[in-house]
Structure formats: C-alpha cells, structure tokens
C-alpha cells in the first residue's frame, strides 16, 4: 500500500501549507482505509491509487480550511505549587473564603445567624426528642408507666428547623451569587474553569456554614443545659445529638450550594461583563 | 454528475443535520461518516472528502462534536468523534427545521418524502 501520510506530507509542502500532524494522520487514515475499500471491490491497485490520489489532491487545495482552532490557554497562570497540599488548600481556602465574607459583614452576620438559629433548633429539638422519647426510661416496663403523645410533634419540629436552615443557606448562597456575577465573569474571561468556579463557591459556602455551626452549637448546649434541669434524660452530652445532627446539617448545605455552585460555573463572561 | 448550484446549496445546508445524526448512536471516525453518508443516500449526497474534514473541525470548534484518538490493540490510532450533549441540543433542533421545511415542501410544490 503507497504511504499516504508522506503523500499527504510532500503534497502540503509543495502547497506551501502548514497543517498539524494530527491532521495529516487522520486525512492519511482515510486515505489509508479509501484504498482498501477500492482494492477489497476488485480495482486495481494503480486504479486505486489514483482515486485516492485525486482525494489527497483535494485536501490539499482546501488545506486552509483543514484547522483546528488550538485550546485556548488560561490567561492567568496558575500558581506553582510546591506549598503543601495543606497550606495550598484547606488554609488558603479558609482564608479566602473569610476575607470575602469580611467584604459584607452584615450580609454575612445575617446568613450566619439565620444558619445558627436553624442549627441550634434543630440541635436543640433533637437532643430533646433524643432524651424523651428514644432513651428508654430507667423503670421496668416504661411504656405502661408514660404515654408521651407529643412524639410527633417535637420530630416534626426538629424537621422544620432543619428546613429553615436549609432554605436559609440556600437563599444566602444564591443572593451572593447573584451579585458576584460580574466578578465570575472576569474570572472565566481570564481562564477560570467551571470547576474554578464552583471551588470558589464552596469554599465561601464551607466558611459561612463552619460559623453557623460554631454558634448554632453553642447556642443549642446553652439551651440543652438548661432543658435538662426540666426534662428527665435529656442531657448536654448527648454525643449523638451533637455529632449526628451537625454532620446531617453539613450535608443539607453541601446539597445546597450545588445549585448556586453550577448556576455560577454556566455564567456566560459576555452577558456577565455586559451586565455589570 | 453535474453539479447545479441547488444540488451544491442543498448539500452545504445539510451537512451539518447529516453528520449530527450519523453520531447520535455511537462515536465513528472521518471515513465511516463520509462512506455511510454516501451508502445511506445511495449516492445522491456525497461529501467531498476535502469538505468533510473541514466541517467536522468547524462543529468540533462549535461544541458539537469531540474527536479523540482512540487506540486498539492492532490497530492504527484513529479519531472517534463523539456527539455532545449541545450536538445533540442542536440536533434535536435542526430535525424540528428539517420536518417543518419538508412538509411545507410537499403542501407547496407537491415533493413528498418517505
């Protein structure tokens, strides 16, 4: 069988025309199997050869057209990175995420005391429905002794505050989101990735709820301390209460961010900038 | 086969919808899309090979496709080229176009099609 890529290769040259290796691989491909299909019909070789010459000759007189367009390089560099996997991300994140949110104190005081109040409800509630009602009583045969009928209603308001600080975490993260349009748009314009883009989101979702957390937390021991002098079994240790539910929470805001996080990463840098 | 210049416009605005389509159930390289262009339409469409690669690159730069090179054991390295979910976006469309334009084509000028 002729060698079409150095056919293709000599044919370019004389034309005059630059064309990327993996251009002529693939045109001298299709060369390569147009030859075989004409021989496996029965043509003669030299017949062959000449139709799939005659191809060569017109892919090299439309070689202009025969680019593809180079992926565009990210205008910012990323930063090298020889810091450690620690300092370069968790910190640094944390640190970003912190002075951002220092940019809007009252914004931010807002979406983290609304989280807070949420958190600590919902803390609270469950610590409460956990010692009442899950925690058998210290007497034989208990469920002959108390009837408690609130069972359902203390559950269903500990899922209430737990929607509360859902929806409350969700609205926050959009509203920022929506006003940080126009930055996106620079960023994007500038290289940043879609994935760029939804880290950057996070990462101020992550600082905002780690501050709900903290205080939601605190508030909801206060209060459980102080339940617990009124409730039988209800205490302020209650491991189970105070790990269980807050890694509940940061899953509902982990799902949370996502929608804000991927609208984000679709803002198109023409409409973003134009807007702005 | 002489070329009118309907014939040539008719190919050049149906191209795109053509290829699409040939992509839609599995990832082919250049050749099997130009052979089965010309085997499907018994010969009445066919690609110059030296438009097809062209225009595979331009729907390639428009996010409507994705080449890779795909290796096989014994074989020769090739470029698949892939639908993506905007291709498929724009192929949906441009069916919806096709079918308008043809019924319109057959209540007007009585063409019908299969």
Known sequence: ?????RAIRERLDAAGQIVDDDIVDELSQHADAAYEAARAEGRPAEEAAQDVDALVVGWCSHAHALRRRPPRPAAVESPSSDETFWRRTVLHDAGYGFRLL???PGHTAVAILTMALGIGATTTLFGVADGVLLKPL???EPDRLV???ET?????FALFALAIAAVGLFGVLSYTMAQRTREIGVRTALGATPRDVVILVLRQAVTMTAGGLTIGLATAFGLVTYLSSLLHGVTAHDLVTFVAVPIGLTVVAALACIVPAKRAAQVDPVTALRAG | MPTT???RELRRGSAEVLILALLEDRSRHGYEIGRLIDQRSDGTISFHAASLYPMLYRLEDRGLIDGRWVEKAGQRRRRYYRLTAEGRRVLARQRDVWQN?????SRVARIRHA
């Open chain 2, 101 to 105: 334009f043809f019924a319109a084509l």
């Open chain 1, 147 to 149: 009837r408690v009928t």
């Open chain 2, 5 to 7: 210049a309907l014939e």
């Open chain 1, 1 to 5: 069988m002729p060698d079409w890529k």
């Open chain 1, 138 to 140: 210290p007497w034989p």
């Open chain 1, 102 to 104: 220092k940019r809007q």
């Open chain 1, 152 to 156: 359902r209603l203390i559950g269903a």
